[in-house]
C-alpha cells in the first residue's frame, strides 16, 4: 500500500451514527464522573437514547453533563458491527442478539483503533523493510474485522496489540529521527513517556519530535507550543489548551484525544483531525 492509499484509509475511518445501532451508548460502561452525569453498566441503554437509536440531548450533551459523549469516536467500529457483523438485526429488533453484540463491539473499536495507527503509520516515507511490515500488518487486521460474531469474540486482543505497539514504536523512532535531521535539523526530541505534566505550563515550548508516549497532560497549558512531529500515543490531553499549538505533523493523535481537549481556530491539526465543533472561534 503506497502512503496515498494509506492516507484514504486512515480518512475513511469515520463513525456514522445513522448506520449504527446505538452502540456506544449501550454496550460501554459509564460511570458518574466530570465526564457523565449518570452511572450505566455495560449493555444498559443510556437513558438518553431513543428508539431510532438517536440522542434526544445530542444538542446539549454539554450542557446536560455528557461531555464523554462529544469526545468518543469509535472510528466506524459502531457501523462495521451493526451492518456487517450482524448483517443490519439490530439488538432491539433481535433482542437474542444483543448480549454478543456488545460484547463484540469493544473489540471492534480496538480493532479499529489500532488498524487506524498502523495507516497512519504506511502515511509516512519509512524504510522498505518498515513497510512491508506494516502491510503485512494492515491486512492482518483487516481480516480480523471481517470475521464472525464468535470468532471476534476468541481474539486475544492484548496478543494482538504487541506487534502492533512493536512496529509503531518503530515507526515513531525513524520519523521523528529523520524529521528531527532532514526537515526541523534539531537534535531528536526527548523521550517523556508517562510524564505527569498535569497542569503544567507549557506556553510556547518547542516540543518537537518529543516521545510523549502516555504522558499524563491534563489541564496542561500548551498554548503556542509547537508540537511537531510530537508522538502523542496514549497521551491523556483532557483540558489541555492548545490554543494556537501546532500539531500539524504529529504523529499518532486521536480525534478522541483533540476532542477532550481545548482550542481555536489557530490550532493546527493534522489533516485526519477534525476541529471539535465546541472549540472556540
Known amino acids: 500500500m503506497d502512503n496515498k492509499t494509506a492516507k484514504k484509509v486512515r480518512e475513511s475511518l469515520t463513525a456514522d451514527c445513522m448506520n449504527c445501532f446505538g452502540l456506544c451508548c449501550t454496550a460501554l460502561n459509564i460511570a458518574a464522573s466530570s465526564d457523565f ?3 450505566k453498566t455495560a449493555g444498559t441503554p443510556c437513558p438518553n437514547l431513543q428508539r431510532d437509536f438517536r440522542c434526544k440531548i445530542h444538542e446539549n450533551l454539554r450542557e446536560k453533563g455528557f461531555k464523554g459523549c462529544t469526545v468518543f469516536d469509535c472510528l466506524g467500529a459502531g457501523q462495521k458491527v451493526s451492518q456487517v457483523t450482524f448483517h443490519g438485526q439490530s439488538w432491539q429488533e433481535h ?29 509516512y516515507e519509512v524504510s522498505h523493510s518498515l513497510q512491508d511490515k506494516l502491510n503485512k500488518q494492515l491486512e492482518k487486521l483487516q481480516g480480523f474485522t471481517d470475521m464472525d460474531a464468535d470468532s471476534l469474540l476468541s481474539l486475544n486482543i492484548v496478543e494482538c496489540r504487541i506487534p502492533v505497539n512493536e512496529l509503531l514504536l518503530e515507526t515513531s523512532e525513524y520519523i521523528r ?27 510556547g515550548k518547542d516540543l518537537r519530535t518529543t516521545d510523549l508516549r502516555g504522558a499524563y497532560l491534563i489541564a496542561a497549558d500548551l498554548r503556542n507550543s509547537d508540537l511537531r512531529g510530537v508522538d ?25 484525544q483533540v476532542n477532550s481537549a481545548k482550542g481555536n481556530d489557530k490550532t493546527i491539526l493534522p489533516a485526519h483531525i477534525q476541529k471539535p465543533s465546541h472549540w472556540i472561534t
Open 177 to 203: 529521527s529523520e524529521l528531527s535531521s532532514k526537515v526541523f535539523t534539531i537534535k531528536k526530541g526527548k523521550k517523556y513517556r508517562g510524564v505527569d505534566w498535569v497542569g503544567k505550563n507549557l506556553t
Open 37 to 39: 452525569a449518570i452511572n
Open 95 to 123: 433482542p437474542e442478539i444483543a448480549e454478543k453484540m456488545f460484547r463484540v463491539f469493544p473489540i471492534m473499536e480496538q480493532l479499529y483503533e489500532m488498524i487506524a495507527f498502523i495507516a497512519e503509520a504506511l502515511t
Open 232 to 256: 502523542f500515543i496514549g497521551a491523556d490531553l483532557r483540558d489541555a489548551n492548545l490554543n494556537g499549538a501546532n500539531l500539524s505533523t504529529s504523529m499518532f493523535l486521536t480525534q478522541t
